[in-house]
């Protein structure tokens, strides 16, 4: 790992890699955007994702999609893989996780623009697909999210 990125505090990237147990939100890390200067999309696809119902503890299977335009900050990629590997003995309604999911990136990257769809794989012979997204406040990126969700399939 290059010294600038290590300056950064990241810690996950080049280290042993070690599995959390446990939903934790504190595994995400972030560097900073070396092109602050222009708008691009960011899309990241976990197509091993795994949480738990909370009621009955069975397990739940999806692919996890986020997209984002950056601001300031980034997500590191392997910190956000141990980050998503940390819901697999959590209990959560699938809505929640995706719901989660983008909150915790939101208050480590502060993105001008957010969304995340989870693709869960059929129970019961029902798919569940929630998506969430964000835009931030009093900009474009707020129109954006708007007609992105009244144009969602």
Same mark, same amino acid.
């Given at each position: 790992?290059?010294?600038?990125?290590?300056?950064?505090?990241?810690?996950?990237l080049?280290?042993?890699?070690?599995?959390?147990?446990?939903?934790?939100p504190?595994?995400?890390?972030?560097?900073?955007?070396?092109?602050?200067?222009?708008?691009?999309?960011?899309?990241?696809n976990?197509?091993?994702?795994?949480?738990?119902?909370?009621?009955?503890?069975?397990?739940?299977?999806?692919?996890?999609?986020? &997209?984002y335009?950056?601001?300031?900050?980034?997500?590191? &990629?392997k &910190?956000?893989?141990?980050?998503?590997?940390?819901?697999?003995?959590h209990?959560?309604?699938?809505?929640?996780?995706?719901?989660?999911?983008?909150?915790?990136?939101?208050?480590?990257m502060?993105?001008?623009?957010?969304?995340?769809?989870?693709?869960?794989?059929?129970?019961?012979?029902?798919?569940?697909?929630?998506?969430?997204?964000?835009?931030?406040?009093?900009?474009?990126?707020?129109?954006?999210?708007?007609?992105?969700?009244?144009?969602?399939?």
């Amino acid at each position: 790992m290059s010294e600038d990125r290590k300056q950064e505090g990241l810690t996950a990237l080049g280290g042993k890699t070690t599995y959390s147990n446990t939903y934790n939100p504190g595994l995400l890390e972030a560097f900073e955007n070396l092109n602050k200067e222009n708008d691009y999309w960011v899309r990241f696809n976990c197509p091993e994702f795994t949480t738990l119902c909370p009621i009955t503890g069975q397990p739940d299977f999806a692919e996890i999609r986020i &997209s984002y335009i950056p601001d300031v900050k980034m997500v590191e &990629s392997k &910190s956000l893989k141990l980050y998503l590997h940390s819901y697999r003995n959590h209990g959560g309604f699938h809505e929640d996780c995706v719901n989660r999911i983008m909150k915790d990136l939101i208050r480590l990257m502060d993105p001008k623009y957010i969304e995340v769809t989870g693709f869960f794989v059929p129970r019961g012979g029902i798919s569940i697909y929630p998506y969430a997204n964000y835009g931030r406040k009093g900009t474009k990126y707020e129109a954006l999210a708007e007609k992105r969700m009244e144009t969602h399939e």
